[in-house]
């Protein structure tokens, strides 16, 4: 069993800066994660994508971050990170992270358990 584990939220002003990471943990041994996420989820709102890399690294993100939000991964530890910049009241939220992992012959989606990301003065 993989499970994905986010750190990194907490308060912070606004305009500051944060960075999350997400990682696997459990039974990780012959695992290949492709495309790794970024979600959030505000009270009352639908949960929201933020960003998406692929495996070689290609990235998307959604017009609400372009240009603070930086997503990136280090495949040797098969972890995520997400530098957050410029940090605005409305980034508030739970962030998740989401992975498509396989270990043949299955492949699963994952998801993190959350952590909670709060700008606030």
């Known amino acids: 069993q993989v499970q994905l584990v986010e750190s990194g939220g907490g308060l912070v002003q606004p305009g500051g800066s944060l960075r999350l990471s997400c990682a696997p943990s459990?039974?990780?041994?012959?695992?290949?994660?492709?495309?790794m996420a970024w979600y959030r989820q505000s009270p009352g709102k639908e949960r929201e994508l933020v960003a998406t890399?692929?495996?070689?690294?290609?990235?998307d993100y959604a017009n609400s971050v372009k240009g603070r939000f930086t997503i990136s991964r280090d495949n040797t530890k098969n972890t995520m990170y997400l530098q957050m910049n410029s940090l605005k009241p409305e980034d508030t939220a739970v962030y998740y992270c989401?992975?498509?992992?396989?270990?043949?012959?299955?492949?699963?989606?994952?998801w993190g358990q959350g952590t909670q990301v709060t700008v606030s003065s």
């Open positions: 459990g039974s990780t041994f012959s695992i290949s994660i492709r495309t």
């Open positions: 989401k992975a498509d992992i396989s270990r043949w012959p299955t492949s699963n989606t994952i």
């Open positions: 890399i692929t495996s070689a690294g290609n990235t």
